[in-house]
């Protein structure tokens, strides 16, 4: 029972990672309608970037902060890159995400080396029920459900966030009143870029990254995004906390080795279902 809740605790703290990045791949692709590839990138940066400011001196917190600023700012270049020329496809958008996700790794190898990176989190277990669980755990699962709270805000209470909305309901109508549909799209890239980030420093302290973490982390992030047809943050979240518990239970009772094949498993599954549900929609529409 112990090890069961101490898995249970550990695998919701990485689903919440995997949901930080999911809603940085869904904020990316309702505005714009590319799916970023490089989001798994921004987080890589961000937790390398954290470690490196904790080493010079910077005391928690401020370094955090600092890293996901960075990763905001990277998001706005390859946005910048991917979207800023207008009249670019999202097919066009959705390769350079990618090659930029590759060319990242010269960079990170040539800045950090090539080595598993990690700093200190919240130092300390907490015992529950005889299950000892490390404090990061919680403090990811509590800064997770404060940015998501604070997105649902963000997007509903703000004029910014009411934007972003419009330009991904209707576009068109957008334009029609004002908005600046491009100018829109960049935002997203430096909100992904920092929910991204943000998913980066909060879980380097629980599993070291290196500069090609990224693979594993979009493809968890994606399967949990592809959970809400990647429109829909709420499924998105509920996808990746699914996720982060079966990972961590095949890992703690099975084996780490195939907890990636846990998350294409699971995309697998809801893209033939989500198929097969949009060709009886059709054929019931036909009737």
Known sequence: MSDFLQYLISGLA???GFALLASG?????????????????????????AGSFLSVGLPHG????????VAGAV?????????????????????????LGFAAYAVEIMIWGDNPRSHPGLRG???????????????????????????????????LGKALSACAANPYAARAVGINVTRMGLVAFV??????????VLLTPLMPISY????????????????????????????????????????GYYEASYQTVVALALMLVIMIWQS???TALQEEAAR
């Open 14 to 16: 990485v689903g919440c």
């Open 25 to 49: 791949l869904v904020t990316i692709h309702r505005v714009t309608h590319v799916v970023n590839f490089a989001q798994g990138m921004f987080a890589v940066v961000a937790g390398l970037t």
């Open 62 to 69: 401020l370094a955090e902060v600092a890293a996901v600023a």
């Open 75 to 99: 998001g706005l270049l390859v946005g910048l890159i991917a979207i800023g020329k207008p009249g670019t496809s999202a097919q066009s958008a959705l390769i350079a995400t990618l090659g």
């Open 125 to 159: 277990t907490v015992e529950i029920a005889g299950a000892y669980v490390q404090k990061q755990s919680f403090l990811v699962i509590g800064v997770t459900a404060a940015v998501f709270a604070a997105l649902l805000a963000f997007f509903t209470r703000t004029y």
């Open 191 to 200: 909100l992904g870029g920092m929910l991204g980030g943000a998913a980066g």
């Open 212 to 251: 090609n973490s990224d693979v594993l982390l979009i493809t968890n992030g994606f399967a949990a995004a592809v959970l809400g047809a990647l429109n829909r943050p709420g499924l998105a979240l509920i996808g990746a906390l699914t996720l982060g518990v079966a990972e961590t239970m095949v890992a």
């Open 276 to 278: 097969s549900r949009r």
